[in-house]
């Protein structure tokens, strides 16, 4: 477990955002790489669940991201379930290399409804989009699977080239606050979204609130 950094005391938000999704798809790659930035090759796998905390500067407003990362492994389930339920948003994680971590995306799905909060906002990330020439799942399959799901936005990543990572997290983050009955301001996140990372934000709210600056999912 990360120690929390006492300059990180004071917030405006907490939101509180669970990573889940088959073991080796590179969730604590992706923690990592929203906390420091960097890439590390070589992980252990999860075991149960570890926490980061990182506090994200949005219009202003102080908004303390407290990032829940858990074990992929089937024997870690009633750890990692007991986490669900105090969940804001989570990220459901698959490989894009692998088709087998996208198809278990159905059952992640389930077990957040299962247990998590009726209202959780939930985001599908499909990560090593730098591993293109090994790729198996296409991204019109994400947007399909994530309007499905009722998801925020179904966005792809690498976190060993940190592309599309941060934007993940604060893309989340501008949402809650949505939620939250803050208003916020469009950046360029989803410009670079589009760009970088092919992303379609399929939320109403933001949706509503970024108007012609985004692109309705067209799977
Ligand atoms: N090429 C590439 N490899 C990655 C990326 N992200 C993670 N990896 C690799 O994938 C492997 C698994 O990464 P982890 O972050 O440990 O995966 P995890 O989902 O946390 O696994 P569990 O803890 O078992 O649930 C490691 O060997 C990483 O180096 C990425 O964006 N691109």
Do not use: A, G, K, M
């Given at each position: 477990m990360e120690q929390e950094d006492p300059?990180?005391?004071?917030?405006d938000f907490l939101f509180k955002i669970i990573l889940i999704g088959d073991?080796?798809?590179g969730k604590t790659c992706l923690v990592q790489s929203f906390k420091t930035g960097l890439f590390s090759e070589r992980q252990q796998n999860t075991i149960g669940v570890d926490f980061t905390v990182r506090t994200l500067n949005i219009d202003g407003r102080r908004v303390k991201m407290q990032v829940w990362d858990t074990a992929g492994q089937e024997r870690f389930r009633t750890i990692t379930q007991s986490y669900y339920r105090s969940a804001h948003g989570a990220m459901i994680a698959y490989d894009v290399t692998r088709r087998a971590t996208f198809d278990s995306v159905h059952s992640w799905v389930h077990e957040l409804q299962r247990f998590g909060a009726a209202n959780v906002l939930m985001a599908l990330i499909g990560n090593k989009r730098d591993l293109e020439a090994e790729r198996e799942v296409q991204f019109t399959d994400a947007c399909r699977l994530a309007e499905d799901k009722g998801m925020l936005a179904a966005l792809e990543t690498s976190a060993r080239e940190a592309q599309s990572v941060e934007e993940a997290f604060v893309m989340m983050a501008r949402q809650l606050l949505l939620q939250n009955g803050m208003s916020v301001t469009q950046d360029d996140t989803h410009m670079l979204l589009r760009t970088n990372s092919r992303a379609v934000i399929s939320g109403p709210t933001l949706a509503n609130n970024a108007q012609e600056k985004q692109q309705p999912c067209q799977c």
């Open positions: 300059q990180d005391d004071s917030f073991s080796n798809v």
